[in-house]
């Protein structure tokens, strides 16, 4: 099983001049403490459930190569990255990038963006999700393309690439995984089946019929369930103790889960307590496996 930490806000006694500083130490320590995972969001104004758009965000990838260079150990990726918000071809040299300086930690995190606030107020353009599914679709496809090393041109509905060329390779191979966030039955999990390595789906209720779901697609799609990792986000309360981590970790890979991230609210400083917890984790095996 394994643990990670999501560090969502960036709303930190000081203000501005104190980012750097504290961000940096949530990635050392999480770091030290043996975490497999660090991730950040994908957006560029705070978001409704975390806190006021005007809090302070850090852009995704700036933040996780200054992580990189912090840290030796554990894996980088964004939560997810909005197909939106960067061309494929921009995005999978972003990641190469990212993946070549960290020594091969990096993930591609990846989903067909929400948050048109953001998209509106910096002009992004953010068309109906029926397209934007089309373009997570497309992402994906040369994705795999790229890391693959063909250059032949890309013809798509919304893409066109005429060469392809992604020079360095990544240090991962075959590539860094792909992560797809959300957990819509007809089009996310169906593309989780096809194109990504992990999934994340959020700690709730329905975990389990999604995580049926995903079995579902995978069968039609001739992959082997087992060889996609399955995440979950869960937001703990206060400052959860060592205990308190490791019974979430327990619930959740009863229901399948093998990877938890734990995100922070805003003020939280888990990095810690999870390391606490890392090592009573160890023998915990999710359900199926």
Same mark, same amino acid.
């Given at each position: 099983?394994?643990?990670?930490?999501?560090?969502?806000?960036?709303?930190?006694?000081?203000?501005?001049?104190?980012?750097?500083?504290e961000y940096g130490r949530m990635?050392?320590?999480?770091?030290?403490?043996?975490?497999?995972?660090?991730?950040?969001?994908?957006?560029?104004?705070?978001?409704?459930?975390?806190?006021?758009?005007?809090?302070?965000?850090?852009?995704?990838?700036?933040?996780?190569?200054?992580?990189?260079?912090?840290?030796?150990?554990?894996?980088?990726?964004?939560?997810?990255?909005?197909?939106?918000?960067?061309?494929?071809?921009?995005?999978?040299?972003?990641?190469?990038?990212?993946?070549?300086?960290?020594?091969?930690?990096?993930?591609?995190?990846?989903?067909? $963006?929400? &948050?048109?606030?953001?998209?509106?107020? #910096?002009?992004?353009?953010?068309?109906?999700?029926? !397209?934007?599914? %089309? @373009?997570?679709?497309?992402?994906?496809?040369?994705?795999?393309?790229?890391?693959?090393?063909?250059?032949?041109?890309?013809?798509?509905?919304?893409?066109?690439?005429?060469?392809?060329?992604?020079?360095?390779?990544?240090?991962?191979?075959?590539?860094?995984?792909?992560?797809?966030?959300?957990?819509?039955?007809?089009?996310?999990?169906?593309?989780?089946?096809?194109?990504?390595? $992990?999934? &994340?789906?959020?700690?709730?209720?329905? #975990?389990?019929?999604?995580?049926?779901?995903?079995? !579902?697609?995978? %069968? @039609?799609?001739?992959?082997?369930?087992?060889?996609?990792?399955?995440?979950?986000?869960?937001?703990?309360?206060?400052?959860?103790?060592?205990?308190?981590?490791?019974?979430?970790?327990?619930?959740?890979?009863?229901?399948?889960?093998?990877?938890?991230?734990?995100?922070?609210?805003?003020?939280?400083?888990?990095?810690?307590?999870?390391?606490?917890?890392?090592?009573?984790?160890?023998?915990?095996?999710?359900?199926?496996?």
């Open positions: 099983m394994r643990i990670g930490l999501q560090v969502p806000s960036f709303t930190f006694p000081g203000g501005p001049e104190r980012i750097a500083a990635a050392r320590e999480a770091d030290q403490a043996g975490l497999h995972s660090f991730w950040v969001m994908d957006h560029f104004f705070q978001i409704r459930v975390v806190g006021p758009a005007e809090e302070p965000m850090l852009e995704g990838y700036t933040a996780l190569a200054y992580a990189a260079a912090l840290t030796e150990k554990i894996t980088l990726g964004t939560m997810v990255t909005g197909v939106t918000y960067r061309h494929p071809g921009i995005l999978v040299k972003t990641v190469t990038t990212l993946d070549v300086l960290s020594g091969g930690r990096a993930w591609l995190g990846i989903g067909a $963006a929400w &948050n048109d606030e953001e998209s509106r107020g #910096l002009g992004v353009p953010f068309p109906p999700t029926a !397209e934007r599914f %089309e @373009r997570l679709e497309e992402t994906l496809r040369i994705a795999h393309q790229m890391w693959k090393g063909d250059e032949s041109a890309f013809e798509g509905e919304h893409y066109r690439l005429e060469r392809p060329l992604n020079s360095p390779q990544p240090v991962r191979r075959p590539h860094p995984p792909i992560l797809i966030g959300g957990s819509g039955e007809k089009k996310t999990l169906r593309f989780v089946a096809k194109y990504a390595d $992990a999934c &994340n789906i959020f700690d709730a209720e329905d #975990l389990r019929h999604k995580l049926d779901v995903l079995r !579902e697609h995978c %069968e @039609r799609e001739g992959r082997d369930y087992a060889d996609i990792e399955k995440t979950s986000l869960t937001l703990p309360h206060g400052r959860p103790s060592a205990d308190q981590v490791v019974d979430t970790v327990g619930r959740l890979a009863e229901a399948g889960v093998d990877h938890v991230i734990f995100s922070q609210a805003t003020g939280q400083d888990l990095a810690g307590v999870l390391g606490e917890a890392v090592a009573q984790t160890e023998k915990i095996t999710p359900a199926g496996r």
